[in-house]
């Protein structure tokens, strides 16, 4: 039986097409093919530095180093019989009040561990004897130099006006540094304790209440500026308000007037 060309070339063609495309095909018309890969479009949080949370570790540890003599103190003197002390008894507290307010002041280094043992060093042979050098021939004397006359006085250099401060509040030229807000208030809470102490062994019963109430002021003023201003993780229970930011220096000058200037 004869075949038509036309009919021929037909059969081929679809032929080489299902043989080409048929696995393809199946491919792309298959649902149940899983993906290589997912991306989610996030990444992982950094990890936290472990030099950063030792010292804020050691800014807490030093709150409760001060926490514990200060409230002794103050349980103390409210617990005796007419809120007095004994000399004896004041001056153990004041002893252990002015350590760990010293020890708060200057923040513990962290211990370095030993270094391994060096190995020992082979001895060092003998240098050779170095053949003694030729004396040097003296040099001549350097006539004197002539004396530099004086030098006129200059005069004096008239003061510098001092800059406006329109726009700046006189709280903000004061605001303290944030590293100096713990120190002052260390500062707060020794000067409230030596206070308290000296109204307890007096027996002045109204300066024992007024002191005792400024020195769990200046334990509060502590525990807030050591949160604030020791560089501490922000706080993220569910509730809690918002914590302010210390102040910074230096403040931020404003321009000049340029409007007040002659000419």
């Known amino acids: 039986m004869r075949t038509h060309r036309t009919t021929g070339v037909i059969v081929s063609t679809a032929l080489v097409g299902a043989l080409a495309f048929g696995t393809a095909g199946t491919a792309f018309a298959s649902p149940d093919v899983a993906p290589t890969g997912t991306f989610t479009g996030r990444t992982a949080p950094a990890a936290p530095d472990p030099a950063a949370l030792l010292a804020q570790v050691t800014s807490l540890a030093g709150v409760g180093a001060v926490l514990t003599p200060v409230t002794d103190a103050v349980k103390a003197v409210l617990a005796a019989p007419g809120n007095k002390l004994s000399p004896e008894d004041a001056t153990k507290h004041a002893d252990?009040?002015?350590?760990?307010?010293?020890?708060?002041?200057?923040?513990?280094?962290?211990?370095?561990?030993?270094?391994?043992?060096?190995p020992a060093v082979p001895a060092v042979p003998a240098a050779p004897a170095v053949p003694a050098v030729p004396?040097?021939?003296a040099v001549p004397a350097v006539p004197a130099v002539?004396?530099?006359?004086?030098?006129?006085?200059?005069?004096a250099v008239p003061a510098v006006p001092g800059l406006p401060t329109h726009g700046v509040s006189a709280a903000d030229r004061s605001a303290p540094r944030a590293a100096d807000v713990a120190g002052d208030a260390l500062a707060g809470l020794q000067t409230?304790?030596?206070?308290?102490?000296?109204?307890?062994?007096?027996g002045d019963v109204a300066g024992v209440l007024s002191s005792a109430l400024a020195t769990v002021t200046g334990l509060v003023n502590f525990l807030v500026a050591t949160v604030l201003g020791g560089a501490l993780p922000a706080p993220d229970l569910p509730?809690?308000?918002?914590?302010?930011?210390l102040p910074a220096l230096p403040v931020p000058v404003p321009p000049l007037p340029l409007s007040d200037l002659p000419g």
């Open 239 to 245: 509730g809690l308000p918002k914590l302010p930011a």
């Open 135 to 137: 004396a040097v021939p």
């Open 146 to 155: 002539p004396a530099v006359p004086a030098a006129p006085a200059l005069s």
């Open 192 to 202: 409230a304790v030596d206070n308290l102490l000296k109204a307890a062994t007096s």
């Open 96 to 118: 252990a009040v002015k350590a760990a307010i010293a020890a708060a002041k200057v923040p513990a280094a962290p211990a370095v561990p030993a270094a391994p043992a060096a």
